[in-house]
């Protein structure tokens, strides 16, 4: 089975920064498998980017993936407070079908 | 507008089982999987496994020893999940999930607003 470690646990920026978020693969996985979701505080999940570095429909520019073979990036170009959230990795495979990563919290200062 | 609204919170006590429903409205149930996902107070999610809408077939994760069961009624549009011999971990939130599917990848486009199941004596 693949693991995806996500990393920092924890990352906190002020408004106007940018945020890197890592999602490493125990083994290398296609750029197709790869999607970023996004969960605010008593929210259920949202998709940011799938395949490695596609926006979701109506996600902001200033989200961005990119990445290949195992490691992977989710970055935000310049925070903002509405940015608090936690962020997860999820790889699609055939089995299992669904892994998630650990997830990095991100606070605005 | 594509909607999974789930049913309301559930208290249990160890050894019962649960159900939770998944009504979708907005699009062809049959044309997407529906996932079932859980998420324990302060943790990360956790994947449970998938039915095919379109014929039933259910894939259940294997860390939940034949403890699930999916189901389905097409007719109003609802997934639902039954999860027997709780026990006081399965306390969390289930959310039930839309996979869209492209070529070989997916990823979940519409999520259910989450059902709090808390087991305890």
């Known amino acids: 089975e693949i693991v995806l470690t996500q990393s920092p646990g924890t990352l906190s920026l002020s408004p106007g920064e940018r945020a890197t978020l890592s999602c490493r693969a125990s083994?290398?996985?296609?750029?197709?498998?790869l999607a970023w979701y996004q969960q605010k505080p008593g929210q259920a999940p949202r998709v940011l980017i799938f395949?490695?570095?596609t926006r979701a429909i109506g996600i902001p520019d200033r989200f961005s993936g990119s990445g290949s073979g195992t490691d992977f990036t989710l970055s935000i170009s310049r925070v903002e407070p509405q940015d608090s959230a936690v962020y997860y990795c999820q790889l699609y495979r055939n089995s299992p079908p669904v892994t998630f990563g650990g997830g990095t919290k991100v606070e605005i200062k | 507008q594509v909607q999974l609204v789930q049913s309301g919170s559930e208290l249990k006590k160890p050894g019962a089982s649960v159900r939770v429903s998944c009504k979708a409205s907005g699009y062809t149930f049959t044309h997407h999987f529906i996932n079932w996902l859980r998420q324990a107070p302060g943790q990360g999610l956790e994947w449970m496994g998938f039915?095919?809408?379109?014929?039933?077939?259910?894939?259940?994760a294997q860390d939940f020893s034949g403890r699930l069961v999916f189901s389905l009624d097409t007719s109003v549009s609802t997934a639902y999940l039954q999860v027997s011999s709780l026990k006081t971990e399965d306390s969390a939130i289930y959310y039930c999930a839309r996979w869209f599917h492209f070529g070989s990848g997916g990823y979940y486009d519409y999520w259910g607003q989450g059902t709090l199941v808390t087991v305890s004596s």
């Open positions: 083994q290398s996985i296609s750029s197709t498998h």
């Open positions: 395949s490695a570095s």
């Open positions: 039915i095919d809408t379109n014929i039933g077939n259910p894939t259940y």
